[in-house]
Every structure is written in structure tokens, then in C-alpha cells.
DNA sequence: CTAATACCTGTAGTCACTAGAGGTTCAAGC
DNA sequence: GCTTGAACCTCTAGTGACTACAGGTATTAG
């Protein structure tokens, strides 16, 4: 009789494979502190349960929704406290909903330029090149300001 | 009389604000190859020439349009060989283009799950909150494939 | 001559992982 | 019981494109 917990435990593979992502990860998340540290088995190796594996599917959810880690952090502390208003839930999804969108109309001024730069290449030299021109000069560009590319694509 | 040379040098830091970037930008420039080592003064300050003003600008008109450094690399290579065909350049643009688009498509999935989501939270306690909800289960997903929000941030 | 500013080098930090080295534990087959 | 191979462990370093800082030197204006 040895002392089986009330649930299966599983390892950190399967609960990787679960939750698609890698042994690392999982690792890593509980550096930071995402997940709890989880409890060892006689050889030193982690033991997970049911509950982290709904912890896990939680933050990569919110991952795939493009939550920042820090705002992940926060969306997890405000779902472990479930009787408080959903004020701040509310607040950060609509802050990062907004965001999202500037990152979209920025994206498709850069896209508008450089398809209109494409375009406007007739394939000869690099000498009379449309597109080297065009970055040689910012005054050819249909928008004097910048496009802010680098960021937009942050 | 003291040997003046042809055209007036200037410091990193007129550089650095006559093409909108930091002088850290520009030694981190100069340390991967993106710009020459720049000749130095008699206080081993940095000097540069118009030439290099201009390659500057070239460099970070190219960034605002979104391609990465190594692909910036390229293109002051082939932009250094005027009588070469432009193809490579095109090709190069177009690639990018299409990264923009594809960037543009998955933004695009991702925001309308996160207005619709959004939308559906009438802000009562966390406890009954659809975003957290939502994130819980990813079966309340109008797609049931990732959106891959955080890879389309990238 | 002094004080403020600009410049120098080198290192470490950002974000969210990912990859690898070098070692230990587990599970299955013989 | 033994062996083998997979899975696990820790720790460190790398990614991209900078940014920030520490601790020192040079230039320049008054």
C-alpha cells in the first residue's frame, strides 16, 4: 500500500504534450512564477496534477491571445480570486484589444507603402531600382513620417 | 593651418539626430557590420562624412519598412552593386511584403476573437467574467485552431 | 580654468522563450 | 538483475535589435 495520492500524478512531458508546448517551457514558467513550484517525486522530478494542467491550458490560451506575460500574471491573480468584480479582467482586455488594433492599422500603412514601392519596380539594374530608391530617399514615400515598421511589428 | 579634409566631419551625436536614432544605435551599428568602422579624431572621438549620414538613413528608412537588420545587410550590399539586376531586391521586398500581409491576416483573427470576447463580458463578478471564462476553455472559441496571437506579434 | 556636455568602452538588461551540455532517473525488455 | 534508451534534472548561453548604465576621457563655452 503505498500512499497513491487522491489523483494521478503526471510528469512534465505529458503535461508539455497536453498543453502543446515543451518540457522548457513549463520549466521556465515556473522560474518566473506562473506556476507554482511543482512537488518532486523519490528521483527529484516534477509531479503535476490536474489542477496545473488547467493552470497551463489558462496561460497559453491567454499566450495565444497575445497577452503579454505580465498581463497573463495578472489575468491568473484575478481568476483565483473569482468573487471580485471583473473590472480589471475587463480593463486589460480592452487595453490590450486596443493595441492589437494600432498594431494592425500601422502594419497596413507599412504594407500600403511597400506594395505600392513593389509595384512601381519594372525589374531593371539596381541603379534605377524603385525600391533601393526609395529607401535611398525618404522624400519618395507617399507619407513624409515614418512608417514605424520596426515597432509596429513588436 | 591644420589639414582639413575635404568635407566637414561630423560627431556621432549630430549623426545620431540628423537621422532620428541614438548614438548607442549607431556604435551598435558600427559593431555589426552595418556601418564602417568610422575614423577617429584625436580624442579617439568618431567622425563621419555625408556618405555615411546618408548610408544611415538608408539603413533606418529601411527599418521603418519593417525588414530585419539581416535583411538590411542585403540590401546595402546589393545597393553598393548598382549595375547588378535588381532582382534579388524585389524578391527580397516582396518575401517581406508577404510577412506583412500574413502578420496583417493573424492580427486580424486575433482581434475579432478578442472584441467578440470582450463584448460578451457585461461586467459582473470574475466569477461569471466570459473573458476569463474564455480563457479557461478554449472550447468557447469561435476557431478552435490557435489563433497564435504571441507568434503573430513577432 | 572650470564646469557642463559629449564622447569612449564594456557589460548587462529587455521579452519569451529555445537550445545545448553534462549528468541522473525511469521504464521496459531480456 | 542488467542494460539500454528515453525522459528528466540543472545551469548557462543564445535569439533580435537595440537600450541603459557604470566609470572614465575629450571637447567646448564662458
Tied chains: 1, 2.
Excluded: W
Amino acid at each position: 500500500m503505498t500512499s497513491t495520492p487522491s489523483q494521478a500524478a503526471i510528469g512534465i512531458g505529458e503535461l508539455a504534450s497536453r498543453t502543446h508546448c515543451k518540457p522548457e517551457t513549463v520549466r521556465y514558467y515556473e522560474k518566473i512564477g506562473l506556476l507554482p513550484a511543482a512537488p518532486r517525486n523519490e528521483g527529484n522530478q516534477r509531479r503535476y496534477s490536474e489542477a496545473t494542467v488547467q493552470r497551463l491550458m489558462f496561460i497559453r490560451h491567454a499566450r495565444d491571445f497575445g497577452f503579454s506575460v505580465e498581463a497573463v500574471r495578472e489575468l491568473l491573480d484575478m481568476a483565483d480570486h473569482p468573487s471580485q468584480p471583473c473590472d480589471q479582467v475587463d480593463q486589460l482586455a480592452r487595453r490590450h484589444l486596443a493595441e492589437v488594433e494600432s498594431r494592425i492599422q500601422r502594419l497596413m500603412v507599412l504594407r500600403d507603402e511597400l506594395k505600392r514601392t513593389v509595384a512601381q519596380c519594372d525589374g531593371d539594374s539596381v541603379a534605377q531600382c524603385r525600391i533601393i530608391e526609395v529607401l535611398s530617399d525618404h522624400r519618395l514615400c507617399s507619407h513624409d513620417a515614418a512608417h514605424g515598421g520596426a515597432e509596429a511589428l513588436r
